[in-house]
């Protein structure tokens, strides 16, 4: 089982930026397709970015394409979520997920989740 921890999450202005980061553990890490989905309160669980294996594609939602900047460090085993020009409708608890096998922008691709950190976008 691979284990995801973020971080990086906390309370910003309106304009401000954060970055995310998530450690994941296991060998196999640079093979997985990684991504970022978000969660406000009472809403579904979206899509945010994802990144392949390579790092060389990556994949954004049209609500934060640019604006965020997904990329991944396989040597560190860490991806990161790089959010610039921040709004308060990006407040949310942020999770990032691996997918094994296939995935890219439906929470049902990802086999592994992290426990997520909470993003608040208010003045």
């Known amino acids: 089982q691979v284990q995801l921890v973020e971080s990086g999450g906390g309370l910003v202005q309106p304009g401000g930026s954060l970055r995310l980061s998530c450690v994941a553990s296991g060998r196999t890490f640079s093979r997985y397709t990684m991504g970022w989905f978000r969660q406000a309160p009472g809403k579904e669980r979206e899509f945010v970015a994802a990144i392949r294996w390579s790092g060389g594609s990556t994949y954004y939602a049209a609500s934060v394409k640019g604006r965020f900047t997904i990329s991944r460090d396989n040597a560190k085993n860490t991806v990161y979520l790089q959010m610039n020009s921040l709004k308060p409708e990006d407040t949310a608890v942020y999770y990032c997920?691996?997918?094994?096998?296939?995935?890219?922008?439906?929470?049902?691709?990802?086999?592994?989740w992290g426990h997520g950190t909470q993003v608040t976008v208010s003045s």
């Open positions: 997920a691996a997918a094994s096998r296939y995935g890219l922008v439906l929470p049902a691709e990802y086999d592994y």
